[in-house]
Each structure stands twice: as structure tokens, then as C-alpha cells.
């Protein structure tokens, strides 16, 4: 038994190759390289940043967003760090309509399971009159109504963006 097979616990009627588990076994230890990097994330995440830095004159927010805005319109994207043979298993693993790949509830380990046995198991467990209570009503409405509240409150004290939205 190899190292990967400590990390991956196929409960499935297929049986996984060798570089199939050693693809989910490093799966979960090494992303994948992205085909980009995430400019919206980046820019939202600085933006917010600079809303929130009082203390930094305009001109110098200013210079933040511009170099921010050249290294994310020039961005080197580093190699794949999968060989072709693990992209194509990956990709192979992931169009299985067959099973079902997750982490386990405890531990690293990734398992590997039947799709029709996963859903049986969220069927039992949403199902169970013990643990759940059907609602009588939705409670999305009056949660959406109390952090509207929430927000128009934060506007009006200046802690948040006079664009942000209650929709």
C-alpha cells in the first residue's frame, strides 16, 4: 500500500487506478495552478481595502489602484503543475457521472463514492425527523428584511460604500 492510498478511501464498485488516486491524494495537498489569476477578487479585495483606509490621501490610493491594475493586466501564469496524464485523469474523474468525490467528514482523506449511495445517505439524513423539523414557513424573507436593516444602518454611519447594494 503507497502513501497515496492512506489519503483516498474509494467506497465505490469501480476501482480506482494508480494515477487516479494519486491525483486525489494530491489534490488535496497541492491546488491546481488556475488557467487565471482571479483579477475581480484581487481588485474587490483592494478596492475594499481602500475604502476602508481613511488615513491614505487620494493620490496615494490612486497610485495603489494603478500598480494593482498593471501587475493584474500583465499576470505570468505559472506552469501546470499536473503532468498531461494527471490532467487528463482529473478531467476523466470529474465526467464520471458515477461517483461522487469529496473530503471526508474527518481527517484529510478524500473519498470516493457511488453517486446513487450518496444520495441515499443526504436522503436518510435530510429525512430524519429527529434531527430536522420541516419549516412551516420560509425564513428567507424577514433574514432578508433584518440585514437590509443591517445595511441601510451601516450606510448611514458611513461604514459602508453608499453604492452598496440591499437587493
Avoid at 451601516?154 to 453608499?162: E, F, V
Amino acid at each position: 500500500m503507497n502513501t497515496d492510498d492512506n489519503w483516498v478511501r474509494n467506497i465505490t464498485f469501480r476501482p480506482l487506478d494508480q494515477t487516479e488516486t494519486h491525483v486525489l491524494f494530491y489534490r488535496l495537498k497541492h491546488p491546481m495552478t488556475p488557467r487565471q489569476p482571479p483579477t475581480e477578487s484581487i481588485v474587490s479585495s483592494v478596492e475594499a481595502v481602500l475604502f476602508r483606509e481613511r488615513d491614505l490621501s487620494e493620490s496615494a490610493k490612486d497610485n495603489i489602484r494603478s500598480r494593482i491594475a498593471s501587475t493584474v493586466q500583465s499576470p505570468s501564469v505559472p506552469d501546470n503543475n499536473l503532468t498531461k496524464d494527471e490532467q487528463r485523469t482529473m478531467k476523466r474523474l470529474k465526467n464520471d457521472e458515477s461517483i461522487v468525490i469529496l473530503p471526508a467528514d474527518k481527517g484529510r482523506v478524500t473519498v470516493v463514492m457511488d453517486k446513487t449511495d450518496y444520495f441515499d445517505k443526504m436522503d436518510a439524513l435530510v429525512n430524519d425527523k429527529q434531527t430536522y423539523e420541516e419549516l412551516k414557513r420560509d425564513p428567507t424573507p424577514a433574514l432578508q428584511r433584518k440585514l437590509n436593516s443591517k445595511i441601510l444602518t451601516l450606510k448611514r454611519l458611513t461604514l459602508l460604500a453608499p453604492n452598496a447594494t440591499t437587493d
